[in-house]
């Protein structure tokens, strides 16, 4: 029990912490030039950028948010519209594999829209920028693995009890 609720603060902390340190760095939770789900970019606040590496990278981000706007939207009426059938009805199965097949490029064009976004922000970075951002990497995956370990070493008992 104990090692659930310790658990549990560790992580509430960590969502309170990151959320408010994206609302500081972004103006807010709408603000900021990586507000449309960019979350990725975070790091690029610690590196220093002048304001027209900032503006640079805002336009890049917001001419792939654009650009893709359409097939976003176009996904999620798919979505919905085999949300809304039965199983019994006719249909159902194809609509079901077509919505896989629409999912699958989805992903697929998502991986690659990430990489040509990537590259197109990393070419605006200096070369200390650069490497400031590869430590940071080197950081966050050092975390990443002390996290796994600490999982690890402290499951959570599926079988928890309310009284303490």
Do not use: C
Request: net charge positive.
């Amino acid at each position: 029990m104990r090692k659930s609720i310790f658990l549990g603060l560790i992580l509430a902390s960590a969502v309170a912490a990151t959320s408010f340190t994206v609302a500081a760095q972004t103006g807010g939770p709408h603000g900021g030039w990586h507000s449309h789900g960019h979350g990725q970019f975070l790091a690029l606040n610690k590196l220093n950028l002048t304001d027209a590496q900032r503006a640079s990278i805002k336009q890049i981000v917001t001419t792939s948010f654009t650009q893709n706007k359409t097939q976003r939207q176009a996904l999620q009426q798919q979505r919905s519209a085999f949300r809304s059938m039965t199983p019994d009805q006719v249909g159902y199965q194809a609509a079901a594999a077509s919505l896989a097949q629409a999912e699958g490029t989805a992903a697929q064009a998502r991986v690659q829209q990430r990489a040509n976004i990537t590259a197109q922000i990393y070419a605006v970075l200096t070369a200390p920028q650069k490497a400031q951002l590869a430590t940071f990497k080197t950081q966050q995956q050092a975390r990443q693995q002390q996290w796994q370990q600490f999982k690890a070493q402290h499951p959570v008992s599926s079988t928890s009890s309310t009284t303490p």
